[in-house]
């Protein structure tokens, strides 16, 4: 009789040619430690001459595991959870697992019945944001443990993989911020979203941080029907830029807004959030922030094998969070002066609370006071947007990494003790430290015309006491294919002797910033000067000019009236001024006057160190 095909080897058969107990082949197949390894060898030889391999059904009934893990998602048409499952999927198919789906269909009634008939087919349960109340789910989470959170915090004991879109919804608003955008809507998810809330939350704390940002909750959804039906609401709000809830949210509103003939972004922007796969094709291309679907799915499996085989093991992080800009945000939407003011020439026009400078084609530069901008940022009067003639801002306020740099504004660390610059304060052998020492610039009054706006300020300290008054004039006109922009401030000591500081004066070397401070975007950036082209030929140095180029535009910087060296930053943010003070104080007399100028020019193209050269000598 021949050999007995392979299908009909037995666990006995692996036993007597290894010349053990059937308990012992069991045992090493099911990778218990308790034998010797000598005779896991001649197991597993024994096993492999005979071509045996155990049934896996089998070994489930014997170790009381399925190998199988449950996923509960709301809603299997959302994208999002789509990457996420597959994520999953993928990864638990590499421990030798499969997963079960269950979908909720965004009812937390039916979740916690779903959940547990779910948990009980398998070893383990996923449940990716789920809708349940904060007290329903604390009560069902100890009955289906082992248990992993996917966008959403649970208790302590409780693993989790959560994305902080608290900060993505930031993340967002920064980018509409930077742009100019000051009126925002905010197009609200489900009410039982944990993320949700998370967004909510983000979008109060900015509304305290940001000077001017208004915001207009809508309540919406998460579906694509729902942005389609939100437009109207959008409209009548008179916002100029929308935070979806999420991706598909966006593509709804995308379709009915050019439906109707609003323009995107030229009429209002619109972002997203996730980055799902067809986020690039829309039309036009949604600005969004990135949520790594995939990784969160391989991240929440880890996690959870970890806790079924070992637990307490270490597991990675939550991957970072970025912004994918595209097509559908742009600079807030410019508008018309009043006043008539001449083609081809540019003029100063009032609006409301702030000053304008442009033509009847649009709005240039942005001139405020500053009078809702926090005390710790040392309030003043700057300018911001400042953007090209094709509508490039040139110009950021208030951003992440600095929250108290304020577009083009003349700010000074210390005078006489006092911060006109804003946040903390550089203390010798102690470090940056917040301290109470943040004093103001208040405009007494404004003149302007078609040709300059002149502004009388006064500069305070944080006790109220003057200290400086500052005559300011602000000019711009046509030149070179863009546009130039002349600031010149004469400061009077009229109160009695001042003396100028900066970091570098109280020992921190590298940092003797404070004078006409120009904050750019962050992009990626290549500085030029009389020097050369890089950070390191410009810094420090006395060249009478200085270039950034970013992209398809350029800024150029002149200093028309005596040349200071140059303080800059292209790393950790973009932006430069002519030092005030470099390592020693500067100090006024009693009545003594100092006299202040920049010149830029914004040019929608990249120049080269010679072109910056000639541009700069016709300036």
């Given at each position: 009789?021949?050999?007995?095909?392979?299908?009909?080897?037995?666990?006995?058969?692996?036993?007597?040619?290894?010349?053990?107990?059937?308990?012992?082949?069991?045992?090493?197949?099911?990778?218990?430690?308790?034998?010797?390894?000598?005779?896991?060898?001649?197991?597993?030889?024994?096993?492999?001459?005979?071509?045996?391999?155990?049934?896996?059904?089998?070994?489930?009934?014997?170790?009381?595991?399925?190998?199988?893990?449950?996923?509960?998602?709301?809603?299997?048409?959302?994208?999002?959870?789509?990457?996420?499952?597959?994520?999953?999927?993928?990864?638990?198919?590499?421990?030798?697992?499969?997963?079960?789906?269950?979908?909720?269909?965004?009812?937390?009634?039916?979740?916690?019945?779903?959940?547990?008939?779910?948990?009980?087919?398998?070893?383990?349960?996923?449940?990716?944001?789920?809708?349940?109340?904060?007290?329903?789910?604390?009560?069902?989470?100890?009955?289906?443990?082992?248990?992993?959170?996917?966008?959403?915090?649970?208790?302590?004991?409780?693993?989790?993989?959560?994305?902080?879109?608290?900060?993505?919804?930031?993340?967002?608003?920064?980018?509409?911020?930077?742009?100019?955008?000051?009126?925002?809507?905010?197009?609200?998810?489900?009410?039982?979203?944990?993320?949700?809330?998370?967004?909510?939350?983000?979008?109060?704390?900015?509304?305290?941080?940001?000077?001017?940002?208004?915001?207009?909750?809508?309540?919406?959804?998460?579906?694509?029907?729902?942005?389609?039906?939100?437009?109207?609401?959008?409209?009548?709000?008179?916002?100029t830029a929308v935070v979806a809830f999420n991706d598909l949210v966006a593509f709804g509103l995308l379709a009915r807004l050019n439906e109707v003939g609003v323009a995107v972004p030229a009429d209002v922007s619109v972002t997203g959030m996730d980055?799902?796969?067809?986020?690039?094709?829309?039309?036009?291309?949604?600005?969004?922030?990135?949520?790594?679907?995939?990784?969160?799915?391989?991240?929440?499996?880890?996690?959870?094998?970890?806790?079924?085989?070992?637990?307490?093991?270490?597991?990675?992080?939550?991957?970072?969070?970025?912004?994918?800009?595209?097509?559908?945000?742009?600079?807030?939407?410019?508008?018309?002066?009043?006043?008539?003011?001449?083609?081809?020439?540019?003029?100063?026009?009032?609006?409301?609370?702030?000053?304008?400078?442009?033509?009847?084609?649009?709005?240039?530069?942005?001139?405020?006071?500053?009078?809702?901008?926090?005390?710790?940022?040392?309030?003043?009067?700057?300018?911001?947007?400042?953007?090209?003639?094709?509508?490039?801002?040139?110009?950021?306020?208030?951003?992440?990494?600095?929250?108290?740099?304020?577009?083009?504004?003349?700010?000074?660390?210390?005078?006489?003790?006092?911060?006109?610059?804003?946040?903390?304060?550089?203390?010798?052998?102690?470090?940056?430290?917040?301290?109470?020492?943040?004093?103001?610039?208040?405009?007494?009054?404004?003149?302007?015309?078609?040709?300059?706006?002149?502004?009388?300020?006064?500069?305070?300290?944080?006790?109220?006491?003057?200290?400086?008054?500052?005559?300011?004039?602000?000019?711009?006109?046509?030149?070179?294919?863009?546009?130039?922009?002349?600031?010149?401030?004469?400061?009077?000591?009229r109160y009695g002797s001042m003396q100028i500081e900066n970091p570098t004066t109280a020992g921190r070397e590298g940092a003797a910033y404070g004078g006409i401070f120009w904050r750019l975007p962050v992009a990626e950036t290549t500085v030029l000067?009389?020097?050369?082209?890089?950070?390191?030929?410009?810094?420090?140095?006395?060249?009478?000019?200085?270039?950034?180029?970013?992209?398809?535009?350029?800024?150029?910087?002149?200093?028309?009236?005596?040349?200071?060296?140059?303080?800059?930053?292209?790393?950790?943010?973009?932006?430069?001024?002519?030092?005030?003070?470099?390592?020693?104080?500067?100090?006024?007399?009693?009545?003594?006057?100092?006299?202040?100028?920049?010149?830029?020019?914004?040019?929608?193209?990249?120049?080269?160190?010679?072109?910056?050269?000639?541009?700069?000598?016709?300036?």
């Amino acid at each position: 009789m021949g050999r007995t095909p392979k299908d009909s080897i037995t666990i006995a058969d692996v036993a007597r040619l290894a010349e053990v107990s059937r308990a012992t082949v069991s045992r090493v197949m099911n990778g218990r430690l308790t034998v010797a390894p000598e005779i896991v060898a001649r197991v597993r030889a024994a096993a492999d001459r005979l071509n045996y391999r155990p049934s896996d059904l089998a070994r489930s009934l014997s170790l009381g595991r399925t190998n199988m893990v449950a996923l509960v998602v709301p809603d299997l048409g959302n994208p999002l959870f789509q990457q996420i499952l597959r994520g999953i999927t993928n990864a638990s198919a590499a421990a030798g697992y499969r997963v079960l789906v269950a979908e909720t269909d965004e009812d937390p009634t039916a979740e916690a019945e779903i959940a547990i008939e779910a948990r009980r087919r398998c070893d383990a349960l996923i449940m990716v944001s789920p809708r349940l109340d904060e007290e329903r789910l604390l009560e069902l989470l100890p009955q289906v443990q082992p248990v992993i959170l996917v966008n959403r915090q649970g208790p302590e004991d409780v693993s989790s993989v959560v994305v902080d879109y608290g900060r993505a919804v930031r993340i967002v608003v920064d980018h509409l911020v930077g742009l100019g955008h000051r009126r925002l809507a905010f197009l609200s998810g489900p009410a039982a979203s944990a993320s949700n809330t998370l967004r909510l939350r983000a979008l109060e704390v900015a509304q305290r941080e940001i000077p001017g940002l208004e915001l207009v909750r809508l309540e919406c959804g998460r579906s694509i029907e729902d942005g389609y039906a939100a437009v109207e609401r959008v409209l009548e709000s008179h916002v100029t830029a929308v935070v979806a809830f999420n991706d598909l949210v966006a593509f709804g509103l995308l379709a009915r807004l050019n439906e109707v003939g609003v323009a995107v972004p030229a009429d209002v922007s619109v972002t997203g959030m996730d980055d799902i796969g067809l986020a690039r094709f829309a039309v036009p291309s949604l600005t969004t922030v990135r949520v790594p679907q995939k990784d969160l799915g391989e991240l929440a499996w880890r996690r959870l094998h970890a806790s079924i085989a070992a637990p307490n093991g270490d597991a990675d992080d939550v991957p970072e969070l970025r912004l994918a800009v595209r097509a559908s945000t742009g600079p807030v939407p410019e508008p018309r002066l009043h006043g008539g003011t001449a083609a081809g020439r540019l003029g100063w026009q009032q609006q409301g609370d702030i000053f304008a400078l442009g033509s009847d084609s649009g709005m240039l530069a942005r001139y405020e006071f500053g009078r809702r901008m926090p005390q710790v940022h040392a309030p003043r009067p700057y300018l911001h947007p400042v953007r090209t003639l094709g509508g490039h801002p040139l110009t950021e306020v208030s951003p992440v990494d600095h929250r108290h740099h304020y577009g083009v504004s003349l700010a000074v660390p210390v005078v006489n003790g006092t911060s006109h610059w804003g946040g903390r304060t550089y203390v010798r052998d102690q470090g940056p430290t917040l301290l109470t020492n943040h004093g103001q610039q208040r405009s007494r009054g404004v003149i302007a015309n078609d040709h300059e706006l002149i502004d009388d300020i006064t500069w305070y300290d944080e006790q109220g006491r003057p200290q400086l008054v500052e005559r300011r004039r602000l000019a711009g006109e046509l030149a070179a294919g863009g546009w130039r922009l002349d600031w010149q401030s004469v400061l009077t000591a009229r109160y009695g002797s001042m003396q100028i500081e900066n970091p570098t004066t109280a020992g921190r070397e590298g940092a003797a910033y404070g004078g006409i401070f120009w904050r750019l975007p962050v992009a990626e950036t290549t500085v030029l000067s009389a020097d050369g082209e890089g950070l390191d030929a410009a810094f420090g140095s006395t060249s009478p000019w200085l270039a950034f180029v970013q992209g398809d535009v350029s800024l150029l910087l002149v200093q028309p009236d005596g040349v200071r060296r140059w303080f800059l930053r292209v790393d950790s943010y973009v932006g430069a001024c002519p030092a005030l003070a470099w390592d020693s104080p500067l100090t006024l007399q009693p009545n003594q006057e100092l006299r202040l100028s920049l010149t830029a020019l914004l040019l929608d193209r990249p120049v080269e160190l010679a072109e910056a050269k000639s541009l700069a000598d016709q300036l």
